[in-house]
């Protein structure tokens, strides 16, 4: 049995895109405060140490113990209503500074530096063995009548190309361990092969609770951020195994594996702003390969 999840931090501005480092903290993206915190999680401490502007979605771990950080160009969350259950929610109230959508690297430092831009409001991320970067690039929220939606690939000498298109609303993306590609597509997962084909993994994952990031285990079994679910969905051979539930309410946005053996799995609550982990998983994460830091 998976033990009760532990609360390690809170009173982030919407966190996302969490990433598990060598020095055993947790780093996550603040979408609505442009900004990165570290979270130490056995303290419960945590710290602002970067600023990106705009939205800050996903991150990725770089080979310089920095990261590379998907960029969606800033939301005004004044304009986005809570769900109808979640109105006991104080807002979000923030101001964002609009930067082009893309991709950043941000230095060990904090030091952030544009490595692509002029794309849509790209949202989360994954690394290739080679260095490639594969993203998921929604228009903004929320979406146009017309599927505007990609899937684009950075290589590591710059080049940009569109691995698919014509989608409704792309957002979280993992890589499986067969190389092929899974992006989270409506309320389904679409699975993308590096070629470009496409085929549907499951075309409903969450009902109305709808989908949002992604990690996944050494088994190839997929753990799925439940949104207004308030948790994670285990997901294998399509169907859900498992639901870790988080308590009270709360809109799941991301997780990650990280910690001792890579076995515990983090999840970040864009509504209130925490972050939970649930510790001692009975199967590791899959590892994530590192961004060569190619600007």
């Known amino acids: 049995m998976i033990a009760k999840p532990e609360l390690i931090a809170e009173g982030i501005g919407l966190p996302e895109g969490p990433v598990w480092c060598e020095d055993g903290t947790l780093v996550v993206t603040a979408v609505a405060e442009g900004a990165l915190y570290r979270i130490w999680p056995e303290e419960g401490r945590k710290q602002k140490f970067a600023e990106t502007s705009g939205g800050p979605n996903a991150a990725a771990p770089a080979d310089d113990g920095g990261f590379i950080v998907t960029q969606n160009g800033g939301i005004d969350f004044s304009e986005i209503p809570l769900p109808p259950d979640y109105l006991s929610f104080p807002p979000i109230e923030n ?3 609009f930067v082009s959508g ?3 690297h941000v230095a060990p430092d904090g030091t952030v530096t544009r490595v692509l831009a002029d794309m849509q409001a790209s949202n989360d991320l994954v690394v290739g063995p080679d260095g490639t970067v594969y993203f998921t690039d929604p228009p903004s929220f929320p979406p146009p009548s017309t599927p505007q939606a990609r899937v684009m690939a950075r290589a590591p000498d710059g080049s940009v190309r ?10 979280g993306i993992i890589r499986k361990p067969d190389g092929n590609l899974v992006v989270t597509e409506g309320h389904g997962l679409l699975r993308i092969g590096l070629d470009g084909r496409r085929e549907w993994v499951c075309e409903d994952a969450s009902g109305s609770d709808g989908v949002d990031g992604m990690s996944i285990d050494v088994d190839g079994r997929i753990y799925m951020a439940a949104v207004v679910g308030n948790g994670v969905r285990i997901i294998e051979d399509g169907q859900q195994v498992e639901l870790l539930q988080l308590p009270g309410k ?9 910690g001792p053996a890579n ?4 999840v970040t609550n864009g509504w209130p702003g925490n972050v939970w ?15 060569p830091v190619s600007l």
């Open 102 to 104: 893309g991709l950043q």
């Open 95 to 97: 101001t964002p500074a």
């Open 250 to 258: 709360g809109v799941s946005t991301n997780c990650c594996f990280g």
């Open 162 to 171: 569109v691995l698919a298109d014509g989608l409704n609303y792309v957002n």
């Open 263 to 266: 076995r515990w799995l983090f």
């Open 277 to 291: 982990v649930w510790k001692d998983l009975p199967t590791p994460g899959l590892p994530l390969f590192n961004w």
